[in-house]
T-cell receptor, first 111, second 115 residues
Framework: GDSVTQMEGPVTLSEEAFLTINCTYT??????LFWYVQYPGEGLQLLLKATKADDKGSNKGFEATYRKETTSFHLEKGSVQVSDSAVYFCALRTNTGKLIFGQGTTLQVKP | EAGVAQSPRYKIIEKRQSVAFWCNPISGHATLYWYQQILGQGPKLLIQFQNNGVVDDSQLPKDRFSAERLKGVDSTLKIQPAKLEDSAVYLC?????????????FGPGTRLTVT
């Protein structure tokens, strides 16, 4: 069945460091791909998305490119801030609308 | 536009008791989802409704969990009887069939602790 695998956390970085969180997926067909973020004490928020191969999603300095050949959707940011500390979830959406999530990666950014 | 509303926000019960959660989706959203998020894991879909009908309930433990969506608007998720492993955050989400199809908006969740 469809699945999403994310890199294990926690990831601890200093402010202004470069961030990469790896995400790979297994799916039949060509699902839409998403990154969601969960800040401490808050609900899930959509961070960015890509709906077809080679699409790049971007928001708030974060980017991810839909790579069909490597079945990947890695999240990157050039310079992280303390306020980016959160849990990040990679997800795919099936053709019925169901979201399948990875296990989440905790990011901690230190000043 | 008001977001997805859920209540209660927190609930503590003892095992073998019953509990119910309520969700009010964004106005006009035909599709409603209930997800279970166990600590340290990603959310897992329990049940998906489109209007009044069930689209997917393949991962709903039907011996103890039930859900309904009356009149295609609000929804209630019930657990009876609860087990320790049901401790989790229960997330409700909704999406439109028209604007950006299937783009899901999540509520704040209900945190359930079973002791």
């Amino acid at each position: 069945g469809d699945s999403v695998t994310q890199m294990e956390g926690p990831v601890t970085l200093s402010e202004e460091a470069f961030l990469t969180i790896n995400c790979t997926y297994t799916a039949t067909g060509y699902p839409s791909l998403f990154w969601y973020v969960q800040y401490p004490g808050e609900g899930l928020q959509l961070l960015l998305k890509a709906t077809k191969a080679d699409d790049k999603g971007s928001n708030k300095g974060f980017e991810a490119t839909y790579r069909k050949e490597t079945t990947s959707f890695h999240l990157e940011k050039g310079s992280v801030q303390v306020s980016d500390s959160a849990v990040y979830f990679c997800a795919l959406r099936t053709n019925t609308g169901k979201l399948i999530f990875g296990q989440g990666t905790t990011l901690q950014v230190k000043p | 536009e008001a977001g997805v509303a859920q209540s209660p926000r927190y609930k503590i019960i003892e095992k073998r008791q019953s509990v119910a959660f309520w969700c009010n989706p964004i106005s006009g959203h035909a599709t409603l989802y209930w997800y279970q998020q166990i600590l340290g894991q990603g959310p897992k879909l329990l049940i998906q409704f489109q209007n009044n009908g069930v689209v997917d309930d393949s991962q709903l433990p039907k011996d103890r969990f039930s859900a309904e969506r009356l009149k295609g608007v609000d929804s209630t998720l019930k657990i009876q009887p609860a087990k320790l492993e049901d401790s989790a955050v229960y997330l409700c989400a909704s999406s439109s069939l028209r604007r950006v199809k299937y783009e899901q908006y999540f509520g704040p969740g209900t945190r359930l602790t079973v002791t």
